[in-house]
């Protein structure tokens, strides 16, 4: 890439949009929002709308934003090849009666948190000078595991044209190759148009690892070799990635991705007292590979407990470049309700030694009560103009799309949905049309398994 080109990098933003089975089932085990809320009646209306204002809001910033579809719910193929047979309402009945946990997880809209779609590594650090990009397999819960293939799909789709862009085949779904996408994934550099280098954080080595060095009450979702694998992939070199391990005193306080814990952009690395096993290792590793001086933001234990990180997602934020070389970090709203929290924002953040000039606090919080902050529901792509144009279908937010969005939303979703709603095969009917809708306005073709045929 030239340096012309590289002066034309932004970083987009995809966020996933709130299904319209967006329900509170509880099916995270070690995520203590999702474990707390379980049960509750959910707002699928008010989810989507709050993402969509949030997408809206980062656009009219300056901030380049685009979209991702929800996946095709309730999954009744799932079902199906789980030995329920009939039709839809058969099919749901029996499930209902005999496994409502099958049936919420079926029903779940956890493609939300588009962090966990999948790994990218932008053009400027391929060898062949494509964006890379590899679907999570999220094998660690039944509920995420139906993911991947539509995913893959989807991901095909947009980011279509072979010139630009590479996609590369899920990691097995076993165990050892337990891979939660970019939740687990960080790019430090410069800029997005300069080469970086790429942090990826595990929670367990699945060969030859030391259980003493692992969480013990919650698992650990990503492995040391998927995350390795994925680096293979994407053809980066020793000296362009970084693997660290996730405290395990940490996950066990509910810190399921690296993500709740730590958030990089360009040179600046915010993170907690908590985040690494080895947190002076990490920083020396990150240091002798980067080009450019590492930033990091620490933020001790005393400042903010892990509890308070975990139930306000100060760190699960998105922080963003502005052109001037600041940055703008957009955190939830639970941040300004916890007071350490605010505190450590205005005192070790905004008045620090460090690039961050600005918070923007967004309402996610029917996101949030199962789990997800504004980090997790985007996926950061980095690209130049040449790839941006390349992009196939209408997938980058402007005032036209927000609107036609926003309109859909108020068209097909359900105000209130309790988990005992999930059953009802007008649900799935409403949903089906919703989706059909939305794959004509994004102009991305046929994409989900009742397209398809």
Not at 10 to 34: I, K, M, W
Not at 74 to 83: E, Q, S, T
Not at 318 to 325: A, R
Request: aromatic share 6%; hydrophobic share 40%; glycine share 8%.
């Amino acid at each position: 890439m030239s340096d012309a080109a590289n002066l034309d990098v932004r970083e987009v933003n995809f966020d996933g949009l709130v299904g319209p089975t967006h329900n509170y089932s509880g099916l995270a085990l070690g995520n203590v929002a999702s474990m707390s809320h379980g049960g509750l009646v959910s707002n699928p209306r008010e989810g989507a709308l709050q993402g969509l204002a949030k997408m809206k809001s980062l656009l009219d910033a300056g901030f380049a934003q685009g979209v991702l579809p929800p996946q095709q719910r309730p999954d009744l193929g799932a079902l199906r090849a789980l030995g329920f047979s009939g039709t839809a309402h058969e099919v749901l009945t029996r499930a209902a009666r005999e496994a409502p946990q099958l049936l919420r997880a079926v029903c779940s809209a956890s493609s939300m948190w588009t962090a966990n779609a999948g790994t990218v590594t932008p053009s400027v650090d391929a060898v062949d000078g494509r964006v890379h990009f590899t679907p999570a397999n999220l094998q660690s819960s039944f509920h995420r595991f139906l993911e991947p293939e539509t995913t893959g799909r989807v991901l095909a789709a947009i980011f279509h044209d072979p010139h630009h862009f590479a996609h590369h085949p899920v990691l097995p779904a076993t165990p050892a190759f337990s891979d939660e996408g970019a939740a687990n994934h960080t790019r430090l550099s410069a800029s997005h148009g300069e080469p970086g280098v790429h942090l990826f954080v595990y929670g367990r080595q699945a060969f030859g690892g030391d259980p003493a060095h692992e969480p013990r009450h919650f698992p650990a979702r990503q492995t040391l070799e998927a995350s390795q694998a994925v680096a293979r992939q994407h053809g980066l070199s020793d000296a362009q990635a970084v693997f660290a391990q996730q405290h395990p005193e940490a996950i066990d306080a509910g810190v399921f991705h690296n993500d709740v814990i730590a958030v990089g952009n360009g040179p600046v690395l915010l993170y907690h007292e908590m985040a690494f096993r080895d947190e002076q290792g990490t920083l020396d590793a990150l240091r002798a590979r980067m080009a450019t001086p590492l930033i990091p933001v620490r933020v001790p234990v005393e400042a903010v407990s892990l509890q308070d990180a975990v139930t306000s997602y100060l760190f699960n934020s998105q922080l963003l470049s502005q052109p001037d070389g600041s940055m703008t970090l957009v955190v939830p709203g639970e941040c300004q309700e916890n007071e350490a929290v605010w505190r450590t924002i205005q005192d070790l953040l905004l008045a620090g030694h460090n690039p961050i000039g600005e918070v923007l606090v967004k309402d996610v919080k029917q996101s949030m009560r199962n789990g997800g902050g504004p980090a997790c529901l985007r996926l950061r792509v980095a690209l130049s103009a040449a790839e941006r144009q390349a992009l196939s279908g209408r997938v980058l937010l402007d005032e036209a799309l927000y609107a036609e969005l926003t309109a859909w939303v108020e068209r097909h979703y359900r105000d209130r949905l309790a988990p005992d709603d999930l059953a009802d095969p007008q649900l799935a009917e409403e949903t089906l049309s919703a989706l059909d809708e939305l794959t004509q306005i994004l102009q991305i073709g046929s994409v989900y398994p009742f397209q398809l045929g």
